[in-house]
């Protein structure tokens, strides 16, 4: 078999969710797991996260798989609907729609659901993607009061820098002065709102990426913070090079040897979720000994430095993230996050639940 491998800890997850609600307080603890819970795999991450007080995905398939799974706590659907038609399942399925646009309040107009509706109604507060504007808050608030469709709302907003120096307090206050007046529950933490800023608590928490252990700030690690990773993606050389001086590796020969050297060919490449605009230098793991790769990612292989790893050779296991090489310093490494890298793990890469 192809020696590549994801091992995915629900003991990781688990313990993050824990350090999660650590930073909670009294406000319930959504944990977001769209995007097939961020590559981990939906069903496992549901058995890992099942001390959540909710479940936060984005579309109906994935909230009606939550179902058939047995899930009986509160389902938020973080896009909000699709269509008039998906108000008869939100109901059918007690599903929480957000409700983010004028679209939505017409469509529960027009096709009032079968049982009222919990719904979450997401204001923008500055981030300019989705949510009413703040400012047509009291129209908003007393339309969807009115609406025979709507059993309780909550009130929504969402951060954009609530990772970075900018901070959370140029939306949070508009947010909360504004919101005041209606006797509402809110919500507006992610991640790194619920880490740094415990007045963003509110009544609902919403983190996803410290659940699978990474972090998300460019300046703090998710070791740091206290977190585990919870995907290791491993792999083995399956050849071994030598250069001598001025040869170069892999297409476009983007690496050239300086001096004469051995070089590992590892079985991962873009096609199982490496990313390809990692440059040389990425960190990669070899049985233990922090190296780097070299040259351009292929779609099925990669090459790394065996300078320093005189013992390595076919065989020999290469970790690519997760345990001891932080999947955050791969993406600072290749220009992304890791949100992308752990999203983007290939469907061909076999996956080992490990406890
Ligand atoms: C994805 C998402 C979250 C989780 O964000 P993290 O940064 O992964 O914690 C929270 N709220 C909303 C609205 C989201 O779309």
New binding site residues.
Partial sequence: MRPIQARISVGAMAHNLRVARSHAGTACVFA?V?ANAYGHGLSRALRALAAADGF?VLTLEEAANLRLMGVEKPILL?EGIFGADEIATCAELDLWPVLHHAAHLDWLQQQPPARPLQVFLKFDSGMHRLGFPLADHAAVVARVRSLPGVAGITLMT?FAQADEAAGVDWQLQPFLREMAGHDLTWSSA???ALLRYPETLGAWV?????LYGAS?FAEVSAEQLGLRPAMTLQSEIISVQTLQPGEGVGYGQLFRAERAMRVGVVACGYADGYPRHALTSTPVLVNGCVSRTLGRVSMDMLCVDLSECANAGVGTPVVLWGEGLPVDAVAAAAGTSS?ELLCALAARVPVEEVA
């Fill in positions: 977001v769209k936060a973080l969402h992610n991640s790194a919403r983190p996803g990426i410290m998300p949100y």
